[in-house]
């Protein structure tokens, strides 16, 4: 009996997994990068905005947002609009010291 349930379990699993794939393709082409034209500190708010050239690639959902931590990229934000090309980073101390940006598509 409990050879059975594995094999059905299995059998789940595996039929799960092929479906699955059938219906959520993942796209093999990467996007062409954004470009990033611009980054500056508001003098007020000592905010980081960032602005880019969007994407030349038809298939852009989002871009994500990547900042160096001690030489360690973290995505601290993703914009879900592939027509925004500014960001303002709230978070920001680029006002006492150098911050360093990467944006992904």
């Known amino acids: 009996m409990k ?8 059998l789940f699993l595996l039929e799960l997994v092929i ?15 954004p470009t990033l034209e611009r980054v ?7 905010h980081t905005l960032l602005q880019w ?11 994500i947002i990547y900042i160096d931590k001690n030489n360690n990229w973290i995505a601290i934000d993703t914009i879900w609009d592939s027509e925004v090309t500014l960001y303002e980073n709230t978070s920001s101390n680029a ?4 911050e360093s940006y990467v944006i992904a598509a």
């Open 40 to 46: 500056s500190v508001d003098p007020f708010s000592g």
């Open 53 to 63: 050239t969007p994407s030349s690639s038809p298939d852009v959902e989002a871009y």
């Open 3 to 10: 050879n059975h349930l594995i094999k059905y379990l299995i």
């Open 19 to 33: 479906f699955s794939s059938q219906i959520y393709g993942q796209d093999e082409d990467r996007p062409e990068s």
């Open 95 to 98: 006002s006492v010291f150098s």
